[in-house]
């Protein structure tokens, strides 16, 4: 059951890192936002 909790937790830290970086190139933004 432990392992279940592990996996779990492990899933969220690289589901946020994932959603700190992304913001960065938000999609369809760069192309229509002028500079």
Not at 6 to 33: C, E, H, Q, S
């Amino acid at each position: 059951m432990i392992g279940w909790w592990i996996a779990l937790i492990v899933l969220l830290v690289i589901v946020g890192n994932l959603a700190l970086l992304w913001p960065r190139k938000p999609p369809g933004n760069d192309k229509k936002d002028p500079p």
